[in-house]
């Protein structure tokens, strides 16, 4: 049992640590590379996608499954989705853009995104709204990883933890970028980055440590806490997604197929997850009926049992 413990604090561990390093390789980036519109945009395309399957496909039945009803899973769903939107909606929040390579608007030239033409504490504000956000991942990547402890399928906690990973890069980014463009000094980019990358890895740990006993307790509490981050991680997806579409006809089909790539590597993993979660069943449900079968137990329970009745 305390080996078992061990492997799943390991497995959170090593991913909370890639979670950090790809928030610092993201958030490095506008020092030591020159992003452009495009490049950026097919990425998060990609990583919306993959949000978006991932929520649908793993998230959602897992949680349904955790919870015995599909309505009551949904509702936390909804929750999840509206608490985001609402941390997006009154917080400084990110905007996944650069300067370099904008189109051409309307007037006939390219503007800067609305965040880059903030004040010099706009950085401040959207990272402390992001740092919320960070949050909210870091309760996906427990509850997943709790979730493989508790036999939904080791393709769950990867997904998940390559959802977080992916998406981790774009939200340092923006706090970086935002820094580089308000003037801040350069020896304050690799603390804020450091404190920021930490937040997901922290809280992940926090959240795996406090709620494991809940868990234990209440399967339960573990179906509504995957509903919600369905939710959150539906509502990432659409922010990213439904604001460009009408701004990036220009790059509509690679756009699209990054979408695509993200949504199918969604349900290769999903198919994954499901496999390992049916092989999990398919092997508890064998386990009471070769134990029914041994000598020692009551009669009348299983297939030996009632043979030895009937003797």
């Known amino acids: 049992m305390n080996e078992a413990v061990g492997n799943v604090w390991g497995t959170l561990v090593v991913y909370c640590g890639l979670v950090g390093a790809a928030s610092l390789a993201g958030g490095a980036l506008p020092c030591y590379l020159a992003l452009t519109h495009t490049r950026l945009q097919v990425a998060v395309s990609l990583v919306a996608g993959l949000m978006f399957g991932l929520a649908l496909v793993q998230l959602l039945p897992h949680a349904a499954e955790a919870v015995g009803s599909v309505s009551v899973a949904s509702v936390w769903v909804v929750a999840g989705f509206v608490a985001m939107f609402v941390l997006q909606r009154f917080l400084p929040f990110h905007e996944h853009d650069v300067m370099e390579g904008q189109p051409r608007a309307a007037c006939g030239h390219a503007h800067p995104p609305a965040l880059l033409r903030g004040g010099p504490l706009g950085w401040v504000g959207v990272a402390a709204g992001l740092s919320l956000h960070s949050v909210l991942d870091g309760l996906a990547l427990a509850s997943a990883v709790a979730a493989v402890d508790h036999g939904h399928g080791h393709g769950l906690g990867v997904g998940t933890s390559l959802a977080v990973i992916l998406h981790k890069p774009f939200c340092a980014l923006s706090v970086t970028t935002l820094m580089v463009a308000s003037g801040t000094s350069r020896r304050w980019y690799f603390p804020v980055n450091l404190a ?47 604001p460009e579409l009408q701004f990036h006809a220009h790059d509509r089909v690679k756009l699209s197929l990054a979408l695509v790539v993200g949504v199918i590597l969604a349900l290769w993993i999903g198919d994954h997850a499901h496999g390992d979660g049916s092989r999990h069943d398919h092997d508890a449900s064998q386990g009471p009926a070769v134990e029914a079968g041994s000598p020692g137990r009551t009669p009348g329970v299983g297939a030996g049992g009632e043979g030895s009745e009937g003797r």
Do not use: K, N, S
């Open 196 to 242: 920021f990358a930490l937040v997901t890895p922290v809280a992940a740990l926090m959240f795996f440590w406090g709620g494991r006993p809940v868990w234990e307790a209440h399967p339960v509490w573990l179906g509504y806490a995957l509903a919600f981050c369905a939710g959150t991680f539906l509502c990432i997806a659409c922010a990213d997604l439904l």
